[in-house]
């Protein structure tokens, strides 16, 4: 929907000389506002230092300071919105500066003899219609410090996925962009790649792994100031090994207690369970024993001809780890139920004669005299 552009005032052909400004201007509407691009022999033009390109409500103009051979050719002004494109062109010649000196002297005599005769050449009409309407002054722009204009904040990644940390900025160029991780500046290597333009910065991890994960900072300076971003990193994966090995307790005639860590990293997911996997002597291979929620668990069924070995793997929505080392070799039996028992005869025979001493209070001295007494720091 809208109306295609349409020019009510085209460009007309101008010929300068070397070194003036070259002023062109043409009148553009349409519904919605077109992007306007002026281009000269087919390359587009764009704004530097010298080449001022400015577009008030309909007028479309392009300034060039001062003008050099190489800036003649074939000018072109597109305007394109969505319902449609159209262009205007003309033709610009850059005269030798002392060859352009004679139209204008020749202009002057015919104003001594107070001639009212109109412009003889189209060229002369351009000049005239340029001279009448100067282009508005463009206040400066200010100058401004960078800004953050895109940024994920956070990202999650599988292991082995490619992260890409994207951020895109705003500001007065030019900009320089520097990626840190633990305050120190990330380099490029073969995982790591960093892609930068004029108003983004993009840092590229391949086939990431757990240590990938952290925050990542941005920081972004121009002359005028600097801005930093953070960006969270986080690799999920199943979880590494429970750490350590599991150890036995509680030994009895056919049972134990058998207790263990959690993983060092848990893949970026809680451990929802754990698998406990056992050896025997006889059978001599791995075989599942329970699955669990914390970490410890009663195991039974034991008989003391066989010695015993665990192992554990933790588990996570994005798999199972690998598993934990092997406990040490147990034994179960009945020594322990024989010691608790010879160890509960001795409490009970040491039980049964007390042993009184005499106390004597010294009712002379206070406590405080022995002890400094500190501030309370809380009862139980």
Not at 46 to 57: A, D
Not at 94 to 115: F, I, L, Q, R, W
Not at 131 to 153: L, N, R
Not at 208 to 229: H, P, W
Request: net charge negative.
């Amino acid at each position: 929907t809208g109306n295609t552009p349409v020019f009510k005032e085209t460009l007309k052909d101008v010929q300068v000389a070397d070194g003036e400004c070259l002023l062109l201007q043409c009148r553009v509407v349409a519904e919605p506002t077109p992007i306007v691009t002026w281009t000269i022999n087919g390359k587009v033009i764009k704004s530097s230092k010298f080449i001022n390109i400015s577009q008030e409500g309909s007028l479309c103009t392009l300034k060039i300071e001062e003008v050099l051979p190489e800036d003649e050719g074939q000018y072109k002004c597109i305007a394109e919105n969505s319902a449609g494109k159209m262009e205007c062109t003309c033709s610009v010649t850059v005269a030798d500066a002392a060859s352009s000196k004679v139209p204008k002297t020749t202009e002057k005599t015919s104003k001594k003899g107070k001639s009212t005769s109109s412009p003889t050449s189209e060229t002369d009409c351009v000049e005239a219609t340029i001279k009448k309407k100067p282009t508005p002054k463009t206040p400066p722009k200010p100058a401004i410090p960078p800004q953050i204009v895109q940024c994920p904040g956070s990202m999650k990644v599988h292991a082995g996925e490619s992260a890409e940390l994207f951020c895109k900025l705003a500001g007065t160029q030019p900009l320089s962009y520097t990626w840190l991780k633990f305050r120190k500046q990330i380099k490029e290597i073969d995982r790591i790649k960093i892609e930068n333009t004029d108003c983004s910065s993009k840092l590229i991890i391949s086939s990431t792994k757990f240590e990938d994960c952290g925050c990542y900072y941005l920081l972004a300076e121009n002359k005028i100031g600097s801005k930093q971003v953070q960006v969270n990193l986080t690799v999920v994966d199943r979880p590494e090994p429970p750490a350590g090995k599991p150890c036995s307790s509680d030994i009895r005639s056919s049972t134990l207690t058998l207790s263990w860590y959690g993983p060092t990293y848990d893949g970026g997911s809680v451990v929802q369970s754990y698998n406990v996997e056992t050896w025997n002597s006889v059978e001599a291979q791995w075989t599942d024993l329970t699955t669990c929620r914390s970490t410890s668990c009663n195991v039974g069924d034991l008989t003391p001809d066989k010695e015993y070995k665990f192992r554990v793997r933790a588990v996570n929505v994005y798999g199972t780890s690998e598993p934990s080392q092997e406990s040490d070799l147990v034994r179960v039996g009945d020594k322990e139920e024989h010691k608790d028992e010879a160890d509960l005869s001795d409490d009970d025979e040491k039980g049964g004669e007390p042993d009184y001493r005499d106390v004597k209070i010294n009712t002379n001295e206070k406590v405080a005299e022995y002890y400094d007494i500190l501030e309370k720091i809380g009862t139980g």
